[in-house]
C-alpha cells in the first residue's frame, strides 16, 4: 500500500472550512484514498473514500487531484464535535484490506 | 453500528497469565480484524480473518493468537501476557457496502 504524509496538527475555526491535506505520490492505480477519524479514545470512524473522482457525503468532501499524488478532505463547516485525529490511508479495494495506520494529523476545532 | 462488541471493555492481568479478548458481530461479516493502539503509535494490525478458520499476521503478531471457529466471532489470545501487551485493543469488521472498516468500541488491557 502507498504511503501517506500528512501535517501533524491542524486548528480550524468553528463553523468554518476544514481542509486537510495528504500526499500520497507512490500510489498506485487500484488504490484508493480512504480518510478515517478516531474521535478520543473511540474506534476510528470511517468518513469517506474515492479512486479519482471527488467524492462528497454526508460528512465530508474529498478532492483527489487529477495525478492522484495527493488529496484534501473538507469538512465544510466544522463544529467543536470534529476535533479528532484524521487518518489518510490508500489501499486497494481487493485483497484483505491490511490498514495501515499513520500517525495522522490532529485537528483542533478552536471555539 | 455494524453490530461490533468487544468484551470484556476493561481487563487489568499479571505478567505470564493468558488473556482472550472477544470481538463479536451480528451481521455475518467475513473479514474481521485486531489492532492495537499505544501512545505514540498509530494503529497496528495484529491478526485479521477472511472466513471461518481462515486467518492471518498482521505487522504485529508476535506473541498473539486467534481464533475464528464461526462466523460472528473472533477470539484474541495473549498466551502469556506481558507489559509490553499493555494496549487498547480494537477489532474491526470490514462492510459489504463501502468496503470500509467498521471499528469496536475498544478493549483496554493492562498488564501489570
Known amino acids: 500500500d502507498a504511503k501517506t504524509t500528512q501535517p501533524t496538527s491542524m486548528d480550524c475555526a468553528e463553523g468554518r472550512a476544514a481542509n486537510l491535506p495528504c500526499n500520497h505520490s507512490?500510489?498506485?492505480?487500484?488504490?484508493?484514498v480512504y480518510w478515517y477519524r478516531q474521535i478520543h479514545s473511540q474506534g476510528p470512524q470511517y468518513i469517506i473514500h474515492g479512486l479519482k473522482n471527488n467524492e462528497t457525503n454526508e460528512m465530508a468532501s474529498l478532492i483527489i487531484t487529477e495525478d492522484r499524488k495527493s488529496s484534501t478532505l473538507i469538512l465544510p463547516h466544522a463544529t467543536l464535535r470534529d476535533t479528532a485525529v484524521y487518518y489518510c490511508i490508500a489501499h486497494p479495494l481487493q485483497g484483505a484490506q491490511k490498514l495501515v495506520f499513520g500517525q495522522g494529523t490532529r485537528l483542533t476545532i478552536n471555539p | 453500528d455494524a453490530g461490533i462488541t468487544q468484551s470484556p471493555r476493561h481487563k487489568v492481568t499479571e505478567t505470564g497469565t493468558p488473556v482472550t479478548l472477544r470481538c463479536h458481530q451480528t451481521?455475518?461479516?467475513?473479514?474481521m480484524y485486531w489492532y492495537r493502539q499505544d501512545p505514540g503509535h498509530g494503529l497496528r494490525l495484529i491478526h485479521y480473518?477472511?472466513?471461518?478458520?481462515?486467518?492471518d499476521k498482521g505487522e504485529v503478531s508476535d506473541g498473539y493468537s486467534v481464533s475464528r471457529s464461526k462466523t460472528e466471532d473472533f477470539l484474541l489470545t495473549l498466551e502469556s501476557a506481558t507489559s509490553s501487551q499493555t494496549s487498547v485493543y480494537f477489532c474491526?469488521?470490514?462492510?459489504?457496502?463501502?468496503?470500509?472498516?467498521?471499528f469496536g468500541p475498544g478493549t483496554r488491557l493492562t498488564v501489570t
Open positions: 507512490t500510489i498506485s492505480g487500484n488504490e484508493y
Open positions: 451481521e455475518n461479516h467475513r473479514y
Open positions: 480473518s477472511y472466513g471461518v478458520k481462515d486467518t
Open positions: 474491526a469488521i470490514r462492510t459489504r457496502d463501502r468496503d470500509e472498516q467498521y
